[in-house]
């Protein structure tokens, strides 16, 4: 009987965390970029001795959150006739440095001009590559292979800055989100291979558009009231667990 407290109480942990992770994809549904998470739960199981020789093991002894994964399909793109918004049309990642010279990677490609005019992401860091825009230039083009041009002040032809590069992993799924819709490298994810867009494993950078939320709003949903009603079931054997012991308890006296 005191197994069943266990049991429950490793349920509700586990769905109260499953409830939190759900409610983090529902909030950030319309953050450009940003990929929903999923929890891995793992069953329980214990390990005893038969004999002087031969063990057993046992399961069914409540669950327990494994991981908490990170899905990188890609998102509906939304045209915004903006021509610093980028988006991915592959499954390449923006790289970023801070100030610190460290990289991270990212998804959302909502891109500003600093105030020495290079392009920045929203959290602040500069694209890897050291993209600067000149002040007085104009009609900034971004080629679907990165190739990034602008017409300078005095001149008619477009004149070629640079190129924005894409990495790609072997594993993204062994990356780890350190907040502001950016992720870091892992041992799991493998070292950032930089590649050119359009070419095969990268993407083609798409001008003027952003890649959405990967949630779906019905799937969400649909988790959320499992989640609940597991919740309410572990609190139920939780309860009727209790209810047990201390009729136990009373037939002893």
Avoid: C, W
Wanted: without cysteine; aromatic residues 6%.
């Amino acid at each position: 009987m005191i197994d069943a407290l266990y049991i429950s109480a490793s349920g509700l942990r586990g769905q109260q965390e499953q409830i939190d992770v759900i409610s983090n994809n529902v909030a950030n549904m319309q953050t450009p970029g940003f990929k929903r998470g999923r929890v891995n739960f793992a069953q329980v199981a214990s390990i005893g001795a038969l004999d002087g020789s031969a063990q057993s093991v046992q399961h069914g002894g409540g669950s327990r959150v494994m991981s908490t994964s990170l899905l990188f399909d890609q998102g509906d793109m939304q045209p915004t006739q903006n021509p610093m918004d980028l988006a991915i049309d592959g499954p390449g990642f923006f790289e970023l440095e801070d100030t610190a010279g460290d990289r991270y990677y990212t998804r959302d490609g909502q891109f500003r001009l600093d105030g020495e005019g290079y392009l920045t992401a929203t959290n602040g860091m500069r694209l890897a590559q050291g993209m600067q825009i000149p002040t007085d230039a104009s009609n900034l083009q971004v080629a679907p292979n990165g190739e990034v041009s602008v017409v300078l002040a005095g001149e008619t032809a477009p004149t070629v800055l640079g190129t924005i590069d894409l990495v790609s992993f072997a594993s993204s799924d062994g990356l780890v989100s350190v907040g502001d819709n950016v992720f870091k490298a892992t041992d799991v994810s493998g070292e950032p291979e930089t590649m050119t867009a359009g070419s095969t494993g990268a993407g083609k950078v798409m001008q003027g558009e952003l890649e959405m939320a990967n949630v779906d709003m019905i799937d969400e949903m649909t988790g959320l009231v499992l989640a609940q009603r597991a919740y309410q079931l572990n609190a139920r054997v939780l309860q009727a667990s209790d209810q047990l012991l201390e009729t136990i308890n009373n037939l002893r006296r």
